[in-house]
C-alpha cells in the first residue's frame, strides 16, 4: 500500500470545502481515485465573479488546454502584477508592474473568462442549502460518464 501524498489529501478537503458550499474555482470530481497514474477523470471548476487573480490563471489554463469544463458565472477579469510602495501618513501606493498573457496571447487584465456552462448563483436556493452551480457541474459529469459508459 502506497504511503497518502499530502497535497492530494489537502486537494481533497478543499474539494470536500467546496461540495459543501466554501471555496470556488476548485476543481470538482465525481470520484477520486488514486492511482499509480493520477486522476483520469473529467474535472468541472467552480467559477463566479469572485474568481480572480491566481485562479483566474488557472481558468485560463484549463479553458485553453481543454482540461476542465468551466461551470458558473464569468470571472473577475483582475489580474496584475502590482507593487506597493508606503508614501506616508499610513498610506500606500500599489503601482501596476506586470500583466499575465496566456500561452495563446490573451490578456487576462479586463478580460472576464465566461464559462463553459452558465449557471447564475441564486442566493435563494443557496440559503435553503442548495447549490446550484455545484450540482449542474456534478450532473455534467455523470452524464458524460453514463454516455462514455453506453
Known sequence: MSERNPRYDHLLRKAQDAKRGGHDAWAVQSMFGETSKGFHGRVS????????????MIVAFARENNLARIVGEKTAGRLLSATSVKVGQGFR????????????????????????????????????GIDGQLEHAI???????????S
Open 45 to 56: 471548476l467552480l467559477v463566479d465573479r469572485h474568481t480572480a487573480s491566481a485562479a483566474e
Open 93 to 128: 501606493l500599489a503601482l501596476p508592474t506586470g500583466a499575465y498573457y496566456t500561452w495563446k496571447g490573451t490578456v487576462l487584465e479586463g478580460t472576464p473568462i465566461e464559462p463553459d456552462d452558465r449557471i447564475g448563483f441564486d442566493w435563494r436556493q443557496r440559503r435553503a
Open 139 to 149: 450532473d455534467g459529469i455523470r452524464t458524460e460518464r453514463a454516455l462514455r459508459a
